[in-house]
């Protein structure tokens, strides 16, 4: 077959040769790339990067650093026929809601030299039903890397509220538990590594698109999940006295505010995980609960902290916005109370400033806003709170 061009002819074989050789050096070309963005990041820069705008979390900010870093070696890696081959270690991140899990992980997307994509396990259901397969969290890498299979194959996957996709009960399923351990059965070769055959626009809307195989042996996956309920478990592991008698005086003290800091594996069995799965998510890690101190620096801190946007959002309308100090503290305190973690700052602060943020645009004279304890308690109680509290 001959193509026509504008003063000569081209058959289809030396289109197919031209075709390979292009894609051969420009693959060469994203590898060296690649090769060069990772001698910049080391585990250290990584973690300084995540301190500008998520605050405290050090361990688990440390296994992050540690695993993306570890993740660009392996992509570095020569095999050779003697060489040890290096294995990915996939992440689990547990904690409470409102603790930083997904702000880490798009904080540490902005910095990374390899195709990066947050997916949510909610929507995810057993191949055949209504919902998203599981292929489609490597739709979506191959969407962050723009269709580059060579690239999405050395990219990083984050599986947001993991915890969702649990055991509805305790025995294996003999009918189809169709968004739990289905899914989680599905995962398994995924997160291990194999060749899956990928519908480039998702999977039913398109039965007859062509499918495009992407290996998923070098994908980090970094799962997290809240676990709503895990304590408990925990606690009932970690109790000391036996029934009847006390065998052994523990002298440990634990520190019950914070029983995540013992999770294992075992926990995260008996919460609805198949052991499988567990199997192939190494790492786990936990974030601590949020205290007062850290509150207050959440507030005002970071980079794109809640106080710096409220101060940037009047600034478009030429006012300055000042927050005393006590409403700071009282902002925080009632956070602490209705215990919804670092998102519940932000619903507190929508309350106090709704007012100020409905009038002030139609009055063109005002130049200067001070917000009063006095202020904040009044525009609060209006928002009748007290219903969200926590027993």
Do not use: W
Not at 80 to 94: C, F, G, H, R
Not at 178 to 205: C, D, F, H, W
Not at 268 to 295: A, C, M, Q, W, Y
Request: aromatic share 6%; with cysteine; hydrophobic share 40%.
């Amino acid at each position: 077959m001959l193509i026509e061009g504008m003063d000569a002819f081209i058959c289809d074989k030396c289109v197919t040769q031209a075709n390979q050789l292009l894609a051969q050096e420009l693959g060469t070309k994203n590898t060296k790339n690649i090769q060069a963005a990772i001698t910049l990041l080391k585990p250290l820069e990584i973690k300084n990067h995540l301190d500008q705008y998520v605050i405290g979390q050090d361990d688990a900010k440390k296994v992050l650093s540690v695993a993306v870093y570890n993740h660009y070696k392996r992509l570095n890696q020569k095999i050779d026929k003697d060489e040890i081959e290096i294995e990915k270690s996939n992440i689990m991140l547990v904690g409470e809601t409102g603790t930083g899990k997904t702000l880490l992980a798009k904080t540490i997307a902005k910095i990374l030299h390899v195709p990066f994509c947050i997916c949510d396990a909610t929507v995810l259901t057993e191949a055949g039903y209504v919902g998203e397969d599981v292929e489609s969290i490597l739709t979506r890498l191959l969407q962050a890397a723009d269709y580059d299979v060579a690239a999405a194959e050395r990219g990083i996957v984050y599986i947001d509220e993991v915890d969702k996709v649990a055991r509805k009960s305790d025995n294996p399923s003999i009918t189809r538990d169709v968004s739990g351990e289905g899914v989680q059965q599905a995962l398994l070769k995924i997160l291990e590594g194999t060749v899956v055959n990928v519908p480039p626009q998702g999977g039913r809307k398109h039965p007859d698109q062509k499918m495009i195989p992407v290996n998923t042996n070098n994908i980090l996956f970094i799962c997290g999940g809240a676990f709503d309920g895990i304590e408990r478990k925990i606690a009932n592991r970690l109790r000391t006295q036996a029934v009847g008698y006390k065998v052994k005086k523990d002298e440990t003290v634990l520190d019950l505010k914070n029983l995540y800091k013992y999770i294992t594996p075992q926990d995260l069995k008996s919460f609805g995980l198949i052991p499988e799965l567990i199997g192939r998510i190494p790492v786990l890690s936990h974030l601590n609960p949020l205290d007062k101190e850290t509150l207050r620096n959440i507030l005002t801190a970071p980079k794109n902290s809640l106080i710096k946007q409220y101060v940037k959002l009047f600034a478009y309308e030429d006012v300055e916005l000042i927050f005393e100090d006590d409403v700071l503290d009282f902002v925080v305190d009632k956070a602490m109370e209705y215990k919804l973690g670092a998102r519940g700052l932000r619903s507190i602060c929508e309350a106090i400033m709704l007012d100020a943020m409905f009038e002030i645009p139609t009055q063109g004279d005002v130049k200067e806003l001070n917000i009063t304890l006095d202020y904040a308690i009044e525009k609060f109680e209006k928002a009748d709170f007290k219903k969200l509290q926590v027993a």
